[in-house]
């Protein structure tokens, strides 16, 4: 009977691809949970399908998709299904149409491809454990292996709650339909995935056809199973493939599967996501650039960004070229559902433009895949970028600081010796998953960098909660200013796929002043060695906020490394230093001089209470804010003590130093 079934089934795709012709150039299917939290027997499951084909397809309506169709959200009229395939007792699962909606549209010659992706949602028994997928026929016809051969695209999907009672999602993973490589070549190419349940072992494995013994109890690639040449090498747990293609003007279709488990100690696993692409061989022409075109920014490659539903996005990929003559003429893209592309522009020479615009849609919620590659006039294409957009999420954002005692500390003017630096964030934040994202300390005076940390590893950079904490270990030059930036994704946020924080560039956004010893008398006047002017550290008070007390307790500045100050000239001085700023006209030997400000005067600017924090406000930062700090001396003191010690010797000698000058 299961055999007449399925003569039954290759008679139909016969007749589909007499239909259809050879169009299919693969495709993704993943699922998750509109609510992971167990309720009743049963669970919404949304299922995605995403699926590549030839973008020259008569049996739709115009030959040719364009653009247009990525706007207008054309129908792709597949006219089949995708069906459950084995295990089906059990379940209500009912077979899903592919029409897809139009998302991508490629003219490339090449690429020729039409892309399109679909959401349902299915109320699904928690018994469910079924294999769908979408078999039909065929490929095309210039394939290395697998020309003009059926097509299997399969996915487990499993209700069963999890070992910790959830209900699973399957993992995410995106691809560019086409993917160039030079021939003759070893290449390494990354397959991204991800999963929204973070603490999930992923590892894909090549789909095969043995339909008695694999996981899915089908056949899952059918004409593209092994579609690669002899010597690829996979590397499951990164999902890394690395081979040679050794003939040009073909496609390689590679068919894998992505499968997660709830730990890498788990023989079996909780679902298996199908990703189907193709690799594209070519030879370099005569005159082509040594250097295929790159994207550079705005967003780095793997990022993701949280982006809220109905607010329209506005994303620029920047293509750098690297010949004379080098054209930009293709961006390969593969987009969630409404997103349209710009014409790609030319606005400076060797950099090339497109800008992406979309609103999400509520039923867009969760991980949303982009990719691009772009294609120059002589057929290199750049390494594939790709970023996740968390729909529905707000990217956490570093809180520029506009108080004293508020998101970043110390602001004003500081000791050399400073070594605590924390700021904020607008919701909790983690480590990125990227190495490369950097924290850097400033000079201000030329902008050269004096320190940085990468935060994908660094132990200097500590994140809990919303705040982040970074343990500096240089002492700063007395007399100048800093400021700090931070790359894109400096603080990611610590739900699935880390969405990411923008970089800050912008020098006025985080500075901070060294306090200058040998500045902070009045050279004609004071008798007193200045380190008697130290000044005791307010630490953190949570009655009253002044701004003219910095985090650190001294006086703040506007912008600059003297710290003359109109703002307290008002508070009567309690003792007999000068606390007024001012030039001193005593002499040749006139310096800019400095207030110096003892500890008793310090204190009595901080207590005047400036009403400038809210009650609410104070609520909502201080808090957080001592108490991170707090936990941070205590904690990481020791932790960071040699480098500390070996900084603080350094300080005493400098100021010794000073002094005896
Ligand atoms: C998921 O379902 C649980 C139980 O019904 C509910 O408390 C929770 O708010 C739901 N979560 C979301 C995101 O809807
Ligand atoms: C699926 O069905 C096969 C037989 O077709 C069986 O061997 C296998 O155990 C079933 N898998 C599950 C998860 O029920
Ligand atoms: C993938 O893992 C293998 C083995 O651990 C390693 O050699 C390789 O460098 C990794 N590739 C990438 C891109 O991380
Ligand atoms: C994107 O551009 C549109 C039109 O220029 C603008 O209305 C919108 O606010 C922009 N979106 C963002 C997030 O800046
Ligand atoms: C690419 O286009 C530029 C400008 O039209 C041209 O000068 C260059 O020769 C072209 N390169 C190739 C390999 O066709
Ligand atoms: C930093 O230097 C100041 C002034 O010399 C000193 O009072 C303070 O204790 C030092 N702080 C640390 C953490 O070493
Ligand atoms: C980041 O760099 C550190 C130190 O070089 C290395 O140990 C770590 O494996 C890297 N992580 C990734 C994800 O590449
Ligand atoms: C430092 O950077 C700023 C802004 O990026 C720029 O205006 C300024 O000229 C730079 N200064 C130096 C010395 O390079
Ligand atoms: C620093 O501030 C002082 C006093 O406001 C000003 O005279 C001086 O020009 C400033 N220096 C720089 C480099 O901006």
């Known amino acids: 009977m299961k055999r007449v079934l399925r003569f039954a089934l290759v008679f139909l795709s016969i007749l589909g691809m007499v239909l259809d012709g050879a169009h299919f150039r693969g495709g993704i299917i993943s699922w998750r949970p509109l609510n992971n939290t167990v309720t009743g027997s049963t669970a919404q499951i949304q299922i995605h399908q995403r699926y590549f084909w030839n973008r020259e397809w008569s049996s739709f309506p115009t030959p040719y998709c364009t653009e247009a169709n990525v706007a207008a959200q054309t129908v792709i009229n597949v006219g089949s299904y995708m069906t459950c395939l084995a295990n089906c ?99 390494t190419h990354v397959v991204q995935m991800a999963d929204n349940d973070a603490t999930d072992y992923l590892v894909c494995r090549w789909s095969n056809s043995a339909s008695g013994t694999n996981y899915n109890r089908v056949d899952e690639c059918s004409g593209v199973c092994s579609g690669l040449p002899p010597g690829t090498i996979l590397t499951g747990v990164n999902c890394t493939l690395s081979f040679t293609l050794p003939t040009a003007n073909l496609y390689y279709g590679c068919a894998l599967q992505i499968e997660d488990f709830f730990s890498s100690s788990y023989a079996n696993p909780m679902s298996s996501v199908p990703i189907q692409f193709l690799f594209y061989c070519y030879t370099a022409a005569a005159g082509a650039c040594a250097t295929a075109p790159s994207i550079i920014g705005v967003r780095p490659n793997r990022a993701c960004i949280g982006v809220p539903v109905g607010v329209q996005l506005n994303e620029t990929i920047e293509i750098q070229t690297y010949c004379p003559g080098q054209t930009i003429v293709d961006l390969v893209t593969s987009s969630p559902t409404g997103m349209t592309h710009s014409a790609i522009s030319n606005p400076s020479p060797n950099l090339w433009i497109m800008t992406l615009t979309w609103t999400p849609i509520a039923s867009q919620d969760g991980p949303q895949g982009f990719c691009a590659g772009a294609i120059d006039n002589s057929s290199l294409q750049s390494a594939p970028w790709c970023i996740t957009y968390l729909v529905g999420y707000d990217s956490p954002n570093l809180i520029r600081p506009t108080l004293v005692q508020g998101s970043a500390s110390p602001i004003g003017t500081v000791f050399s010796n400073q070594t605590l630096f924390s700021i904020q964030a607008t919701s909790a934040v983690g480590r990125p998953s990227l190495n490369g994202t950097n924290i850097c300390f400033h000079l201000d005076t030329t902008n050269a960098s004096v320190l940085c940390y990468d935060a994908g590893y660094s132990p200097n950079v500590i994140y809990t909660g919303y705040t982040i904490v970074i343990v500096t270990t240089i002492t700063w030059t007395p007399g100048q200013s800093y400021y700090v930036t931070m790359d894109n994704g400096f603080a990611s946020g610590s739900v699935f796929c880390h969405a990411e924080s923008l970089a800050i560039t912008d020098k006025t956004f985080w500075r901070f002043d060294i306090w200058d010893p040998a500045l902070s008398s009045t050279t004609t006047t004071t008798t007193t060695p200045p380190t008697t002017h130290t000044v005791t550290s307010l630490g953190t008070t949570t009655t009253s906020i002044n701004t ?17 100050t109109t703002t307290i000239t008002t508070t009567p001085p309690t003792t007999a230093a000068p606390t007024t700023a001012g030039p001193t006209t005593t002499g040749a030997t006139t310096e800019s001089t400095i207030p110096v400000f003892y500890p008793l005067d310090f204190e009595n600017a901080c207590k005047q209470p400036v009403a400038i924090m809210s009650a609410v406000m104070m609520v909502a930062f201080m808090p957080v804010q001592t108490l991170v700090m ?32």
């Open 630 to 661: 707090y936990a941070a001396f205590t904690k990481f003191t020791n932790m960071f003590k040699p480098s500390n010690t070996a900084a603080k010797a350094r300080h005493q000698q400098r100021m010794k130093n000073i002094l005896r000058r």
């Open 89 to 187: 007792s059990g379940t209500s699962y009912t077979q899903l149409s592919t029409n897809m909606i139009t998302t991508d549209c490629d003219s490339n010659p090449i690429i020729e491809s039409w892309a399109g992706e679909h959401y349902d949602v299915e109320i699904l028994p928690l018994t469910t454990s079924i294999t769908i997928g979408f078999q039909s026929s065929a490929w095309f016809a210039s394939l290395y292996i697998g020309a003009n051969d059926p097509w299997s695209i399969v996915n487990r999907l499993n209700c069963a709650p999890r070992p910790d009672g959830l209900l699973n999602s399957s993992p995410v993973t995106t691809t560019l339909p086409v993917v160039f490589y030079p021939r003759n070549t070893r290449v």
């Open 548 to 564: 003219a007390c910095t985090t650190s307790g001294i006086v703040v500045t506007s912008t600059n490394a003297s710290t003359t």
